[in-house]
Every structure is written in structure tokens, then in C-alpha cells.
């Protein structure tokens, strides 16, 4: 039977211990220096994981800065791996934090209302403000969920569901805090001059202050009730965490390998929300049924522990991949759209909060439906289709990185124009580079590819090309096949092996080449007179990209031999039988065969 995913193999090791001892250094400091709302032991890991990686310091522990190679040193394994399943349990444990009790009626309608309004208006302006700064949307989702939830714990659960990377993770927690940070200094000032009182001005700041410790640092500000209602205004907004990701998911089923079919919302939910969920339910009744008990107080103290060094070790993982060049080149305009998504909550809520306090509810509600109005049309102006796939086709043709959802909606722009050529098809593999979490379909597909392997189709044209993928088994060996179609492949992750055959005709057949195939080297073969095998070293598993060519109409070859292909030195004959290659995707079916049914 294979490992579960999310317990850690060898291979995971250098990377976890490093994220885990520099997330450890950032909870130490943080209690030795002076208690302050701008500091946090996320911003801190995050930190230290940026200041290893861009000074001199990488050369000691032999870290590599990011570049196109998805594993350049020991660490990579176990950096992702944080960022899929440390930050899944740090998710799940966080639904334990989740408080209830502090809601009153008065107060949670109060709460209820401004921020039905004002999170999807903060929403709307940060996308139609990335979208006319040219930012990739991933990026843009983190900064408005950040700015919408809770900062960078919502910034670092929304990213796996997005499609974002790590550099854009490390972006965006910075963003948000920067504007925590402003609104430690401004937020008593005007509520001051608005004459608003500690109980209004608290729920203002739990409701528009991104960072949890910076809104109830700022409710404190207030005075009196100030900072318990802006924590309380501020759980309710952390409580929207589990729909927010549900929606997020839902927006991000296109591009996806079950692109077509049907699925219903619980299809479409991430399961660690579920956790999130489950554990959140679990604090109100521990909370009603255990209030006051010393085992209840040790379980939510372990629980805060817990989600403390898991979420500071996910951001020393998203520092360690945070290169300052990449930093530079989206830092303003990412800055732009966080600003743009703070002052557009900040401002609704104090708007509709300032009249609710005087009584004025039919004039808050008018000033909500006008804000939310108005950035659903600037919305839905900036992100028409037509002018998301101009830009994104824009940064193809300059070269730039896409995730797997972007090369699939390039496929499709470039076939539907008649213009996708060989040329176009190399430079969509040389560019194609996935995001977190777009490879789990494979790791996790049902369908099997041959002896330890598994695979996915992420996309299908109507030329008869098919974006692939494949993920094998530390140590599987192909069968020696030629495949009924024209192949572009490149290894991502782990080490394979190819070794091309030749015939000699009356049943010979030689071992022509062994080589190691290299990270991103594109790799091309003939369809049905290139025989080749494919062999996974080593101990950790490996992924490849494939775009599949039209199917020539018959099926592929393979050959059926009792000599072992890999004892064989190049050059050597053997003795083989061709035998029609009918394992899914070879006979001759198509792409069409890596859709798991559902």
C-alpha cells in the first residue's frame, strides 16, 4: 500500500526540520520580546525564513534561491510539504480558537449585517484593482481574503485553495499586515472624531483590521468595551473562514482536471474545512458543556500551541521560498490592491456602523448597498473575460510562469485562434511551472498508467492534443512501449530514468540510450517509432508534465521480453515479441481515458 500523503517521508525531513526550527525561533522571540501588536510569531517566521534565504546565510545550509527548478536543493520536498499539510492541520486545529460566546443579539446582527456587506465589497475592489494592475489572480484572492478574514492565517488557508504560490503567500502576508500596521495609528483618531463610542468604534476594528492582535489591539485603543468587541466582531469574521474557502473552491473548479463534469458544492469542498468546521463545532459545546474546567482550559491551551508552531512553521516554509527579486517585482502593485481592498472595508463599515450607532439603520443600509453596487460594477468592468484572457495571454508571450489552470485556459485561447503550433506547445512547457496544490489530482488519481504509476488529464483540446499527468512510485518501471501519439514531456519533481530502444529486425532489439532526465528539460518523442521506458530512481516519488498529441489511430506497441531492460549496457541486443499496449492511454482511447469517472 502507498504512504498517505500527509505523513512526512524521508525526503520531507530537511525541509520540515529547517521550517519547524526557524517557526520554533520565531514563537521563542516573540515571548522574549516586549509584548507589541506589531510584532507576531507569524510575521517573524516569515522573517527569519526571507533572511536565510537572501543572505549569505543560504550558503551554510546549502539553500538554493527559486528559480524554474521545482527541486533545487535537500529542503524543497519538505518546504512543500508544509504548505500542503502542516498548513491543512494548522486549518483544522484553528476551528478550536473559534469563540461563540461573546455574541449578543443586538451585537451579532450589527456584526451580521456590515459584514455581509462589506467583505464581498472588499472582494470586488481587490479584483478589479488586479486585474487593471495586471497581478495573477491567486495573488489577488490571498490579498482579499486576508483583508476580508484574518490576515495571514486566511492568507496561508485560501493559497492552496487558489492556486497560488509561495512567493505570492509571502507577498500578500506582508501586505496585510502593513495595513494592520496603519491601522494601529489611524483608526482611534477618526473614530474620535466621529464621536463613535468604545462599543461601535471595537466593532469597527474587529470588523475592517485584518491582523487578530492588531484588531484587538486597536478595539483596546477605544477604551472601555472597545477591545472585547473587536474581538468578538473578529471571531464572527474568522468564523467566515470555512465559507469563504468553500467559495473560493467553487470559483476555482474550472481549469481543473474534472473540468465538465458536474460536481456538487461537498465535491468542491476542501476537507480540511470540513476539520475546520467540525473542530469549531466542537469548542462551542466544550465551551457550554466544559466552561470553567481545568481539562477544557489544558485542550484550547495545547490547541493554541499547536496552531501557533504549525502556522509559524508554514510561514518560515513561505519565507524560505520568498526571494526579494520576486518580492520587488509585484511588492507595489500588490501593495495598490491591498490598500484599495483595507480602505474599501474600513471605510463601509465605519460608514454603515457611524449610522447604526445614531439609529439610522434605513441610512446605513443605503450607504452598504451603494458600496457594494458600486464595486460589483467596477468588477465586473475589470475582469470581463475577454480582458482576463488579454492579459494572461500578454504574460505568455512575455515568458512568465503559468500555473497548470493558466496553461489550460492559454490551450484553449491559441486552439480556439487556430495558432497553436509546435512552437506554442514547447513554450506553454517550458513556462508551465504548477502552483500549490494543482498536482494533488495525480498524487491522488485512481488511474493507474502501469506498474506503480498513476496519472490525470488536465486538459483536452479539439486538435487532439491533452495536457497529462504523471505521477510514479519511487523505484516503477514502465513496460519498453512506443506511444500512438506524439509526446512533450519535462520532469518536475523526483528523479526518472529513460532508456530508447532500437530494432534489429527477425525479433532484436538494442538498448540504444540511458540518460537522467533533468528538471524542465523538455523531452520529445515520435509516436510509434520511438521505444522508450520510463524508470522512477531513487527512493521519492516523481511527477511529469506531458502535452499528448492527436492519436494516430491505432493503438501503441509494447514489447513483452524475460530479459530485464535496466541490467542492459547501451548497446546490447535482446531478444522481444511487439504486443499491442493496452493499458489506459495507450490503446489508443486518448486522453479522454485520464478523466477519473465519477
Known amino acids: 500500500m502507498r504512504r498517505p500523503q500527509w505523513i512526512p517521508g524521508r525526503a520531507d525531513l530537511p525541509g520540515l526540520a529547517l521550517a519547524g526550527a526557524l517557526g520554533a525561533a520565531a514563537l521563542a522571540l516573540v515571548r522574549i520580546l516586549p509584548s507589541s501588536p506589531l510584532l507576531s510569531d507569524v510575521l517573524i517566521a516569515l522573517l527569519l525564513g526571507a533572511l536565510v534565504l537572501n543572505t549569505p546565510l543560504r550558503h551554510l545550509v546549502r539553500l538554493e534561491l527559486p528559480g524554474d527548478e521545482r527541486e533545487p536543493d535537500v529542503y524543497a520536498p519538505g518546504v512543500r510539504f508544509c504548505g500542503k499539510w502542516v498548513l491543512r492541520a494548522a486549518i483544522i486545529a484553528m476551528g478550536l480558537k473559534v469563540q461563540t460566546s461573546f455574541f449578543g443579539g443586538v451585537?451579532?446582527?450589527?456584526?451580521?449585517?456590515?459584514?455581509?456587506?462589506?467583505?464581498?465589497?472588499?472582494?470586488?475592489?481587490?479584483?478589479?484593482?488586479?486585474?487593471?494592475?495586471?497581478?495573477?489572480?491567486?495573488?489577488?484572492?490571498?490579498?482579499?481574503?486576508?483583508?476580508?478574514?484574518?490576515?495571514?492565517?486566511?492568507?496561508?488557508?485560501?493559497?492552496?485553495?487558489?492556486?497560488?504560490?509561495?512567493?505570492?503567500?509571502?507577498?500578500?502576508?506582508?501586505?496585510?499586515?502593513?495595513?494592520?500596521?496603519?491601522?494601529?495609528?489611524?483608526?482611534?483618531?477618526?473614530?474620535?472624531?466621529?464621536?463613535?463610542?468604545?462599543?461601535?468604534?471595537?466593532?469597527?476594528?474587529?470588523?475592517?483590521?485584518?491582523?487578530?492582535?492588531?484588531?484587538?489591539?486597536?478595539g483596546a485603543q477605544m477604551g472601555g468595551s472597545g477591545g472585547v468587541m473587536a474581538a468578538a466582531a473578529k471571531s464572527a469574521r474568522v468564523l467566515m473562514l470555512g465559507p469563504v474557502l468553500v467559495v473560493f473552491a467553487m470559483l476555482r473548479r474550472d481549469g481543473g482536471p474534472a473540468k465538465g463534469v458536474q460536481k456538487s458544492i461537498v465535491d468542491a469542498l476542501p476537507r480540511f474545512v470540513l476539520g475546520y468546521i467540525a473542530f469549531a463545532v466542537v469548542r462551542a459545546v466544550g465551551d457550554r458543556a466544559f466552561a470553567g474546567g481545568a481539562a477544557w482550559g489544558w485542550v484550547l491551551a495545547a490547541d493554541r500551541f499547536f496552531v501557533d508552531l504549525t502556522m509559524a512553521t508554514v510561514a518560515a516554509s513561505i519565507g524560505l521560498h520568498l526571494a526579494v527579486r520576486a518580492l520587488l517585482a509585484s511588492g507595489a502593485r500588490a501593495v495598490a490592491v491591498g490598500g484599495g481592498a483595507s480602505a474599501t472595508i474600513a471605510s463601509l463599515t465605519l460608514g454603515m456602523i457611524a449610522f447604526a450607532s445614531r439609529g439610522a439603520h434605513a441610512a446605513a443600509a443605503l450607504v452598504?448597498?451603494?458600496?457594494?453596487?458600486?464595486?460589483?460594477?467596477?468588477?465586473?468592468?475589470?475582469?470581463?473575460?475577454?480582458?482576463?484572457?488579454?492579459?494572461?495571454?500578454?504574460?505568455?508571450?512575455?515568458?512568465?510562469?503559468?500555473?497548470?489552470?493558466?496553461?489550460?485556459?492559454?490551450?484553449?485561447?491559441?486552439?480556439?485562434?487556430?495558432?497553436?503550433?509546435?512552437?506554442?506547445?514547447?513554450?506553454?512547457?517550458?513556462?508551465?511551472?504548477?502552483?500549490?496544490?494543482?498536482?494533488?489530482?495525480?498524487?491522488?488519481?485512481?488511474?493507474?498508467?502501469?506498474?506503480?504509476?498513476?496519472?490525470?488529464?488536465?486538459?483536452?483540446?479539439?486538435?487532439?492534443?491533452?495536457?497529462?499527468?504523471?505521477?510514479?512510485?519511487?523505484?516503477?518501471?514502465?513496460?519498453?512501449?512506443?506511444?500512438?501519439?506524439?509526446?512533450?514531456?519535462?520532469?518536475?519533481?523526483?528523479?526518472?530514468?529513460?532508456?530508447?530502444?532500437?530494432?534489429?529486425?527477425?525479433?532484436?532489439?538494442?538498448?540504444?540510450?540511458?540518460?537522467?532526465?533533468?528538471?524542465?528539460?523538455?523531452?520529445?518523442?515520435?509516436g510509434l517509432s520511438a521505444l522508450h521506458l520510463v524508470h522512477a530512481v531513487g527512493e521519492r516519488a516523481a511527477i511529469d508534465l506531458q502535452l499528448r498529441g492527436p492519436e494516430v489511430g491505432t493503438p501503441g506497441r509494447r514489447l513483452r521480453t524475460t530479459v530485464d531492460p535496466l541490467s542492459l549496457p547501451v548497446g546490447a541486443t535482446f531478444q522481444a515479441e511487439l504486443e499491442v499496449d493496452d493499458r489506459p492511454g495507450h490503446a489508443g482511447e486518448g486522453a479522454a481515458a485520464g478523466r477519473p469517472s465519477l
Open 368 to 526: 452598504g448597498g451603494i458600496g457594494l453596487a458600486g464595486s460589483a460594477l467596477a468588477y465586473r468592468l475589470a475582469t470581463a473575460r475577454a480582458k482576463t484572457n488579454r492579459g494572461l495571454r500578454v504574460r505568455f508571450e512575455r515568458g512568465a510562469p503559468l500555473a497548470l489552470a493558466e496553461a489550460t485556459a492559454v490551450l484553449d485561447g491559441l486552439e480556439a485562434d487556430g495558432t497553436l503550433d509546435e512552437q506554442a506547445l514547447r513554450n506553454i512547457m517550458h513556462q508551465l511551472h504548477p502552483a500549490i496544490g494543482e498536482l494533488i489530482p495525480v498524487r491522488e488519481s485512481p488511474l493507474h498508467h502501469g506498474e506503480g504509476c498513476r496519472w490525470v488529464t488536465f486538459w483536452e483540446g479539439k486538435t487532439g492534443w491533452a495536457l497529462v499527468s504523471v505521477c510514479r512510485e519511487a523505484g516503477s518501471v514502465t513496460p519498453i512501449h512506443a506511444h500512438p501519439h506524439r509526446l512533450l514531456g519535462k520532469v518536475i519533481e523526483g528523479t526518472l530514468e529513460e532508456l530508447t530502444f532500437e530494432e534489429r529486425g527477425a525479433g532484436a532489439f538494442a538498448l540504444r540510450t540511458r540518460k537522467v532526465l533533468g528538471h524542465n528539460q523538455l523531452i520529445e518523442t515520435d
Open 107 to 218: 451585537e451579532l446582527a450589527l456584526i451580521a449585517g456590515v459584514g455581509v456587506i462589506s467583505m464581498p465589497s472588499a472582494f470586488f475592489v481587490a479584483h478589479a484593482l488586479g486585474a487593471l494592475l495586471g497581478l495573477r489572480r491567486p495573488l489577488v484572492d490571498l490579498l482579499a481574503g486576508g483583508t476580508m478574514i484574518c490576515g495571514a492565517s486566511a492568507v496561508n488557508a485560501i493559497a492552496p485553495v487558489a492556486g497560488a504560490r509561495r512567493g505570492e503567500q509571502g507577498i500578500a502576508i506582508g501586505v496585510v499586515f502593513l495595513f494592520s500596521v496603519v491601522a494601529l495609528v489611524c483608526f482611534r483618531p477618526i473614530a474620535a472624531w466621529l464621536g463613535l463610542e468604545p462599543t461601535f468604534s471595537g466593532i469597527w476594528s474587529g470588523l475592517a483590521v485584518n491582523d487578530l492582535s492588531s484588531a484587538v489591539a486597536v
